[in-house]
């Protein structure tokens, strides 16, 4: 079975500056994706960044990047020039490439950004 | 497009009641997946419904049911509700054959 782990339960950024979110990840299976999502206190979980585990290029979105270390297992996002809000629950989650698949959460890291 | 709606958002229950709970995937999608979030965790797997069957389950008892109607659109049973039932119940839409899915806000269940 997959599991993921993230081992910054809490984070906190200043406004404008950059903050990186770890998270590493076990399974045996070659083809995969991996995901950060965004939960604000709204609970609503926000799709921030997707990758294939296929591609070598770390995926990229705005101001969100991400490391992604497929021998290592490890795939940490980026947040560049953080805003108050992106303040939220960041879960990193991975999914099979199996057809259909459900989600394997990580436990979380709370990101606060102050001001 | 609505997305992902469930409802209620809020819940209270006794312990021993019986719970349903709603959820309406985005518009086309035919794959609903169901998720427990325990306070200041993260979400686990319940199951997941596509073609109106139960495709694949987590490591959830029995009392923890579902169904999915024609239109998609999905209800999870929970029976016999204990006080450690009390979390946020996750709906998440997805066609079959993509990677991703769009979750709604959650149904908060608390357990008295």
């Known amino acids: 079975a997959q599991t993921v782990t993230q081992s910054q339960p809490e984070m906190s950024v200043q406004e404008a500056e950059t903050v990186t979110l770890s998270c590493t990840y076990d399974t045996s299976e070659s083809d995969y994706y991996l995901f950060w999502y965004k939960q604000p206190p709204s609970r609503q979980m926000i799709l921030v960044i997707r990758?294939?585990?296929?591609?070598?290029q770390n995926a990229t979105e705005n101001r969100f990047s991400v490391n992604f270390q497929k021998a290592a297992k490890s795939f940490s996002l980026k947040i560049s020039d953080s805003q108050l809000g992106d303040a939220a629950m960041y879960f990193c989650?991975?999914?099979?490439?199996?057809?259909?698949?459900?989600?394997?959460f990580g436990p979380g890291t709370r990101l606060s950004v102050l001001p | 497009d609505a997305g992902v709606t469930q409802s209620p958002t809020h819940l209270i229950k006794t312990r021993g009641q019986q719970v349903t709970l709603r959820c309406s995937p985005k518009?086309?999608?035919?794959?609903v997946s169901w998720y427990q979030q325990a306070l200041g965790q993260g979400p686990q797997f319940i199951f997941q419904y596509y073609e109106e069957e139960e495709r694949q389950r987590g490591n959830f008892p029995d009392r923890f049911s579902g169904h999915q109607f024609p239109n998609y659109s999905s209800e999870l049973n929970v029976n016999a509700l204990l006080l450690g039932d009390s979390a946020l119940y996750l709906c998440a839409s997805s066609f079959v054959d993509r990677a991703e899915a769009f979750f709604g806000q959650g149904t908060r269940l608390t357990v008295v």
């Open positions: 989650a991975y999914r099979s490439q199996i057809y259909g698949q459900n989600f394997v």
């Open positions: 518009s086309g999608h035919d794959t």
């Open positions: 990758q294939e585990a296929y591609k070598q």
